[in-house]
């Protein structure tokens, strides 16, 4: 078993287990439909064996950053249809990752009259919206239990339109502070009903809606993606018992499913924690070692030889390198990544990046 090896991953055959990993790039516009520029970025990283694309919003009130896509009208569904298309014509496969943005959001960017969360506590600090202006977070609305419902079933219509749009399958994001994470830090859930308090408690939404998904599409089509102990937009979790109790609650509740993949970011995947979690879960688990931290070809073809992990998820490497796995595999230089446009519109920095094979 090794990096440039097959992998069998739910209900798709990978060529190799190099995973590109998803990366907010907002090149959709005001609309949220991906365009034919979003299509050329992912076509041109098809080499990878499996494509995750950035977060994609199941309703306008999860949008968490302007020029986001969204997975909520026909013109995007018929939008993501076109990157598959192109993604499927260049030999890719690709899941879409389907993100609620719950309270990293703001009014000025959802359109909505509210943001949501498990609880009405803020974070701390200014977001950017659309125009580049800062504005504090404001004070979520605490979702009820019968609103949770309705989330709950804007993934699962939001997981049955990316199947529809020709999509190999989804990932739940329940990571790096949006609102699946949410529910799981006792930090921002501070709920007294049968979502919050316990471990188990906290644990329980992302079940369910994990549940709900694998219904309407099927297990082999649905992935999901955790960052215990990662510590971002004031999603804490500090004390390792309770990452340990909560996480193990989780994985445990997803196990039965019969995903097709966990994919877990961590500073430390041969560690304790997350070796744990990947017994218990029982399938295949994807690893990155860190967000924002560039993985190289050295770790990441460690974490498959010694059998740490089944496939590794690459974040920033696929930026500047469409063809990086095979500049990997021929030992070729990396382009670097352009940082002043990692998060603007435009080609610059998307898809004008040079290949080998150019």
Same mark, same amino acid.
């Given at each position: 078993?090794?990096?440039?090896?097959?992998?069998?991953?739910?209900?798709?055959?990978?060529?190799?287990?190099? /995973?590109? %990993?998803?990366?907010?790039?907002?090149?959709? &516009?005001? =609309? @949220? $439909?991906?365009?034919?520029?979003?299509?050329? !970025?992912?076509?041109?990283?098809?080499?990878?064996?499996?494509?995750?694309?950035?977060?994609?919003?199941?309703?306008?009130?999860?949008?968490?950053?302007?020029?986001?896509?969204?997975?909520?009208?026909?013109?995007?569904?018929?939008?993501?249809?076109r990157?598959?298309?192109?993604?499927?014509?260049?030999g890719?496969?690709?899941?879409?990752?389907?993100?609620?943005?719950?309270?990293?959001?703001?009014?000025?960017?959802?359109?909505?009259?509210?943001?949501?969360?498990?609880?009405?506590?803020?974070?701390?600090?200014?977001?950017?919206?659309?125009?580049g202006?800062k504005?504090?977070?404001p004070?979520?609305?605490?979702?009820?239990?019968?609103?949770?419902?309705?989330?709950?079933?804007?993934? /699962?219509? %939001?997981?049955?339109?990316?199947?529809?749009? &020709?999509? =190999? @399958? $989804?990932?739940?994001?329940?990571?790096?502070? !949006?609102l699946?994470?949410?529910?799981?830090?006792?930090?921002?859930?501070v709920?007294?009903?049968?979502?919050?308090?316990?471990?188990e408690?906290?644990?329980?939404?992302?079940?369910?809606?994990?549940?709900?998904?694998?219904?309407?599409?099927?297990?082999?089509?649905?992935?999901?993606?955790?960052?215990?102990?990662?510590?971002?937009?004031?999603?804490?979790?500090?004390?390792?018992?309770?990452?340990?109790?909560?996480?193990?609650?989780?994985?445990?509740?997803?196990?039965?499913?019969?995903l097709?993949?966990?994919?877990?970011?961590?500073?430390?995947?041969?560690?304790?924690l997350?070796?744990?979690?990947?017994?218990?879960?029982?399938?295949?688990?994807?690893?990155?070692?860190?967000?924002? /931290?560039?993985?190289?070809?050295?770790?990441?073809g460690?974490?498959? =030889?010694?059998?740490?992990?089944?496939a590794?998820?690459?974040?920033?490497?696929?930026?500047?390198?469409?063809?990086?796995v095979?500049?990997?595999?021929?030992?070729?230089?990396?382009?670097?990544?352009?940082?002043?446009?990692?998060?603007?519109?435009?080609?610059?920095?998307?898809?004008?990046?040079?290949?080998?094979?150019?």
């Open positions: 078993m090794t990096l440039l090896s097959p992998l069998a991953l739910g209900a798709i055959s990978l060529p190799n287990r190099l /995973v590109m %990993a998803p990366m907010t790039r907002t090149r959709s &516009g005001d =609309d @949220g $439909v991906p365009g034919p520029l979003v299509a050329e !970025y992912y076509a041109q990283r098809a080499s990878s064996g499996l494509i995750i694309t950035e977060g994609v919003y199941p309703s306008h009130e999860s949008r968490a950053y302007a020029g986001q896509p969204g997975i909520v009208t026909e013109e995007q569904q018929a939008g993501w249809a990157v598959a298309e192109a993604v499927r014509g260049a890719g496969r690709m899941f879409m990752q389907v993100m609620h943005g719950g309270r990293v959001s703001h009014t000025a960017i959802t359109g909505t009259e509210r943001i949501v969360a498990p609880s009405a506590i803020a974070i701390e600090g200014e977001v950017r919206l659309g125009d202006s504005a504090p977070y004070v979520p609305a605490a979702l009820t239990a019968d609103e949770l419902a309705t989330v709950r079933d804007e993934f /699962v219509a %939001a997981s049955r339109r990316a199947i529809d749009a &020709g999509l =190999d @399958g $989804v990932e739940l994001h329940s990571a790096n502070g !949006y699946l994470h949410e529910f799981l830090s006792p930090h921002s859930n709920r007294d009903d049968a979502y919050g308090g316990s471990p408690a906290r644990a329980r939404f992302v079940i369910e809606v994990a549940e709900a998904v694998v219904a309407e599409v099927g297990a082999d089509r649905v992935g999901i993606r955790i960052s215990p102990s990662h510590n971002i937009q004031d999603v804490l979790e500090t004390d390792p018992d309770d990452v340990r109790q909560t996480y193990t609650a989780l994985v445990r509740g997803l196990a039965p499913l019969g097709a993949y966990l994919s877990v970011l961590h500073a430390e995947p041969a560690g304790e997350v070796q744990s979690l990947r017994r218990d879960f029982g399938g295949a688990v994807i690893a990155n070692s860190g967000f924002g /931290v560039v993985t190289t070809r050295e770790e990441a460690a974490l498959v =030889d010694d059998d740490i992990a089944d590794v998820a690459i974040g920033r490497p696929y930026i500047a390198n469409p063809d990086l095979e500049r990997w595999d021929r030992g070729a230089e990396l382009n670097a990544v352009d940082e002043a446009t990692v998060y603007t519109g435009g080609a610059s920095g998307y898809t004008d990046y040079p290949r080998l094979s150019a």
